[in-house]
């Protein structure tokens, strides 16, 4: 029992040592690296160039330097309102984004493989798909009773579109060809939408996700923004935003920033760890 506990052990060590050395060699690990060591060097010397050198850059030069946003970070991060705002706004866009794909991607395979659901449907969502999301903020706020509401309503929005036109483009580009042999060989509609149509339309449907998810973000904090984050006390971190504009704190405005795109590049991770699992012919490319 002993041993065998023990080669658990050193098999999870080789595991993780394995990992580190396959990061540590990675040509791609080092390029982002030195890319971002470089591009922070850059803008602390931009944003500093003022207090150097008594000229102001154009653009960077209004930035604050990346040495007073980690000070800044540094003081919000104890704070009890900084992480409740991560988590509103993750469960809003969660929120958005789960209703978007149970509707969006039924909705997008009826549309595919129904030429009477196309022709009713389709023209309808062709007129509305346009209407940018945030268009739909001002009414959302008449129309729904809740501020809650209508950021879900308008984060649902932001993502069913992208999510729909992505599932009917994929299911419609499969090759009829395959269809037809699986037809000759005695396959009924359901087994080829089962075995063709949805394995065929994976790809388009994560790459509907990966894009609908960043649109969702974008919608989610400015309707924060609009709205005044959702409940009486405010909330979220496009909320976060709006008050440290208001109160004129430009670092709390970059720390903001970068929360989002810290939250949307783990949301974006999440749905291509996803994609990997549900796709494994995909892992040569």
């Given at each position: 029992?002993?041993?065998?506990?023990?080669?658990?052990?050193?098999?999870?060590?080789?595991?993780?040592?394995?990992?580190?050395?396959?990061?540590?060699?990675?040509?791609?690990?080092?390029?982002?690296?030195?890319?971002?060591?470089?591009?922070?060097?850059?803008?602390?010397?931009?944003?500093?160039?003022?207090?150097?050198?008594?000229?102001?850059?154009?653009?960077?030069?209004?930035?604050?330097?990346?040495?007073?946003?980690?000070?800044?970070?540094?003081?919000?991060?104890?704070?009890?309102?900084?992480?409740?705002?991560?988590?509103?706004?993750?469960?809003?866009?969660?929120?958005?984004?789960?209703?978007?794909?149970?509707?969006?991607?039924?909705?997008?395979?009826?549309?595919?493989?129904?030429?009477?659901?196309?022709?009713?449907?389709?023209?309808?969502?062709?007129?509305?798909?346009?209407?940018?999301?945030?268009?739909?903020?001002?009414?959302?706020?008449?129309?729904?009773?809740?501020n809650e509401m209508s950021i879900a309503f308008?984060?649902?929005?932001?993502?069913?579109?992208?999510?729909?036109?992505?599932?009917?483009?994929?299911?419609?580009?499969?090759?009829?060809?395959?269809?037809?042999?699986?037809?000759?060989?005695?396959?009924?509609?359901?087994?080829?939408?089962?075995?063709?149509?949805?394995?065929?339309?994976?790809?388009?449907?994560?790459?509907?996700?990966?894009?609908?998810?960043?649109?969702?973000?974008?919608?989610?904090?400015?309707?924060?923004?609009?709205?005044?984050?959702?409940?009486?006390?405010?909330?979220?971190?496009?909320?976060?935003?709006?008050?440290?504009?208001?109160?004129?704190?430009?670092?709390?405005?970059?720390?903001?920033?970068?929360?989002?795109?810290?939250?949307?590049?783990?949301?974006?991770?999440?749905?291509?760890?996803?994609?990997?699992?549900?796709?494994?012919?995909?892992?040569?490319?």
């Amino acid at each position: 029992m002993t041993t065998a506990v023990h080669s658990a052990t050193n098999a999870g060590q080789r595991t993780r040592r394995t990992r580190w050395e396959k990061i540590r060699q990675s040509t791609k690990f080092w390029r982002g690296l030195i890319a971002g060591i470089v591009t922070l060097v850059l803008w602390e010397i931009g944003s500093r160039w003022d207090e150097w050198f008594d000229y102001q850059l154009p653009f960077l030069g209004l930035i604050p330097p990346p040495s007073a946003v980690v000070v800044a970070w540094g003081e919000v991060i104890p704070q009890y309102g900084y992480w409740e705002s991560w988590y509103l706004s993750f469960r809003r866009v969660l929120e958005g984004f789960l209703a978007a794909m149970i509707i969006g991607i039924p909705f997008g395979l009826l549309l595919a493989v129904n030429r009477y659901m196309r022709e009713i449907f389709f023209p309808p969502f062709e007129v509305l798909r346009p209407i940018p999301p945030l268009a739909w903020v001002p009414g959302s706020l008449i129309f729904w009773p809740t501020n809650e509401m209508s950021i879900a309503f308008v984060t649902f929005l932001g993502a069913f579109f992208t999510i729909v036109i992505n599932v009917l483009g994929g299911a419609r580009s499969i090759d009829i060809r395959l269809l037809r042999a699986a037809q000759s060989m005695g396959a009924t509609r359901w087994d080829m939408f089962w075995r063709i149509v949805l394995p065929a339309t994976l790809p388009s449907i994560f790459t509907g996700a990966a894009v609908g998810m960043g649109i969702t973000w974008e919608v989610v904090l400015a309707a924060e923004m609009i709205s005044g984050g959702g409940t009486q006390g405010g909330g979220g971190l496009g909320f976060f935003i709006w008050n440290s504009y208001m109160g004129g704190s430009l670092e709390q405005i970059v720390v903001g920033m970068i929360s989002i795109g810290i939250a949307g590049y783990l949301c974006s991770s999440g749905i291509r760890w996803l994609g990997d699992r549900s796709m494994p012919w995909q892992r040569l490319f």
